[in-house]
């Protein structure tokens, strides 16, 4: 080990694999990224998504609401941000899902997106 090796950090993960789930995770602001193999672009995109969530929860919801309308009556974006819950991103397929929801105490809300909240092209509400 040369005298530059003992100055050098070690890049550690901000990922831990979750023995429970069979997958690795981690959380940023708040919101829970998971995976079934670190990939090297994983940690720089799980830190973009987390950055950029609340600038595009507003366009995240406005995709949403026409579905959640129809399935839960509800059509106030405000009350919608309130009842979402913690999100939880999938990084290997670009979903993002909010499992605890308190819309009601049934349904799990999956969007599938692009990019950094870029595009979105599926709302999926099931129970």
Do not use: W
């Amino acid at each position: 080990m040369g005298i530059f090796d003992k100055f050098r950090k070690e890049s550690k993960s901000i990922f831990s694999f979750d023995e429970k789930n069979k997958q690795y995770k981690a959380i940023i602001n708040n919101i829970t990224f998971v995976c079934k193999e670190i990939k090297t672009e994983y940690e720089q995109y799980a830190k973009d998504l987390a950055n950029n969530y609340d600038k595009q929860l507003l366009n995240i919801i406005q995709y949403m609401l026409s579905d959640i309308k129809e399935m839960f009556g509800i059509n106030d974006v405000d009350v919608i941000k309130k009842s979402l819950g913690n999100a939880i991103i999938d990084l290997d397929n670009n979903r993002l899902s909010y499992p605890k929801q308190t819309l009601d105490d049934v349904h799990i809300i999956d969007v599938e997106f692009d990019g950094v909240f870029e595009k979105f092209y599926y709302v999926s509400i099931d129970g």
